[in-house]
Nanobody, 124 residues
Framework: VQLQASGGGLVQAGDSLRLSCAAS????????LGWFRQAPGKEREFVSS????????YYSDSVKGRFTISRKNAPNTVYLEMNSLKPEDTGVYYC??????????????????WGPGTLVTVSS
C-alpha cells in the first residue's frame, strides 16, 4: 500500500484545515486507517483512526471534538478535518494503514504502511 498525504499548510490559531491521504491498493476496504503527528523534538503520536467500514472512529483526547476522520472507498482516500486549530497541533501529520478488520489501532507499531507526511503549522 502506498499512501500520499496532502493538505498541510500554515494557518492561524482557530482556523480549519482538511488533510487528505490517497491510498493505492486494490483492497482498500481491508484496511483500517489512521492519522498520527510528530512535533519537533517529540515522538510520533496518535491522532485518530477509523475502521475498515468507516463506521467507527477513535480520537486522542487532545483532538476529540475538534477533528473528524472519514474515509471514502472510491477513490481510496482518508480525510482529517481539523477545526479550531491550536499552536500545539503543529507537526508533521502522517497517514497510516493497518491490515485489520475490526477495531483500528491507536499505536504507531500497529500500523503497517505509512505515507511521507504533510506539515501543519499553526501560528498563535
Amino acid at each position: 500500500v502506498q499512501l500520499q498525504a496532502s493538505g498541510g499548510g500554515l494557518v492561524q490559531a482557530g482556523d480549519s484545515l482538511r488533510l487528505s491521504c490517497a491510498a493505492s491498493t486494490g483492497t482498500f476496504n481491508n484496511y483500517a486507517l489512521g492519522w498520527f503527528r510528530q512535533a519537533p523534538g517529540k515522538e510520533r503520536e496518535f491522532v485518530s483512526s477509523i475502521n475498515w467500514a468507516g463506521n467507527a472512529a477513535y480520537y486522542s483526547d487532545s483532538v476529540k471534538g475538534r477533528f473528524t476522520i472519514s474515509r471514502k472507498n472510491a477513490p481510496n482516500t482518508v480525510y482529517l478535518e481539523m477545526n479550531s486549530l491550536k499552536p500545539e497541533d503543529t507537526g508533521v501529520y502522517y497517514c497510516a494503514a493497518e491490515l485489520r478488520i475490526g477495531i483500528p489501532g491507536q499505536k504507531v507499531d500497529e500500523f503497517d504502511f505509512w505515507g511521507p507526511g504533510t506539515l501543519v503549522t499553526v501560528s498563535s
